[in-house]
């Protein structure tokens, strides 16, 4: 059993899509759960690859193919996920903030959230303050997932918040924010609900916001 879970991680981390697609149904045949698949192969994955692009072993190409392959794996999950689900733990709408084109961690953050049973309303990348107001607008989710990679976008989100204030719609959803560069104290700053620093917490602390605890997660 855990030899198949072996296979799909090194299939996603060799960004071998289709291998990893035939890895997740085996091992989905073999009746291991959703979540057991997403925490003993895929999730390992990243934190592989992450150590091996900060070693300088791996290049930004690599990252991108094995993520385009951990989707391949997911897409393979999806119709289970939802049936298991049932029902939509919360709406979170995410993006990645205005200039910046970074991603991967979204992507990432997303399919945590999706396996985790939260329906989620993606952005995209070079997300304008004004959509993501008008998209709580539109929406009403539970949760606003802000992400910026770069040290220069850090001001976006900043920008979104407050334009949430001046929209008179800061009451309405909880924000949590994330990306390389943002600290939990500057998300204290930026009087946001939470930061979370991967996947993981991410999923986590919107468990929180959604339930409106106050999580280790909260700022
Ligand atoms: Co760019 N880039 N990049 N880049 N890039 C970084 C971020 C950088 C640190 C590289 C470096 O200089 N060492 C640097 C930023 C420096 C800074 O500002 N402090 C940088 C730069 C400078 C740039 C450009 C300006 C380069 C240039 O053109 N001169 C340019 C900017 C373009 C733009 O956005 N306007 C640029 C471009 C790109 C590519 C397009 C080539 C590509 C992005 C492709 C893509 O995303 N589709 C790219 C990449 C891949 C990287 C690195 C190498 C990898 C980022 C990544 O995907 N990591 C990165 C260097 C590095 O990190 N080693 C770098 C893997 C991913 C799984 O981790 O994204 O951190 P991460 O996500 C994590 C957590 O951060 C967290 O959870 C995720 C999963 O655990 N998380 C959240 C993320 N969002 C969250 C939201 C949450 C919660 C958690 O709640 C809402």
């Known amino acids: 059993m855990e030899e198949i879970l072996d296979q799909l991680q090194e299939a996603i ?39 091996k692009m900060f070693d300088g072993e791996i290049y930004v190409t690599d990252v991108l193919m094995a993520s385009r392959a951990a989707h391949a794996a997911m897409y393979v999950m999806e119709p289970i996920i939802s ?27 997303i399919m945590m959230l999706q396996g985790s049973g939260y329906t989620v309303i993606d952005l995209g990348i070079d997300v304008p303050v004004e959509d993501f107001v008008e998209a709580i607008r539109t929406h009403k989710p539970d949760v606003l997932a802000l992400s910026s990679l770069l040290t220069t976008t850090l001001p976006e989100l900043d920008a979104t918040l407050e334009a949430l204030v001046e929209a008179g719609l800061r009451s309405q959803v909880k924000v949590i924010v994330g990306g390389a560069p943002v600290t939990r104290e500057y998300a204290a700053r930026i009087k946001a609900d939470a930061y979370a620093n991967d996947l993981f917490e991410a999923s986590e602390a919107v468990g929180d916001l959604v339930k409106n605890r106050i999580g280790v997660y909260a700022v």
């Open 13 to 51: 981390e060799n960004g071998e899509t289709q291998k990893a697609m035939n890895k997740t149904k085996d091992a989905l045949n073999m009746g291991l759960r959703t979540d057991k698949i997403i925490k003993t192969a895929i999730n390992p994955a990243f934190r592989d690859l992450g150590q």
């Open 83 to 109: 049936r298991s689900t049932g029902q939509t733990k919360g709406i979170v709408t995410i993006g990645t903030v205005a200039g910046d084109l970074h991603d991967i961690g979204k992507n990432l953050v």
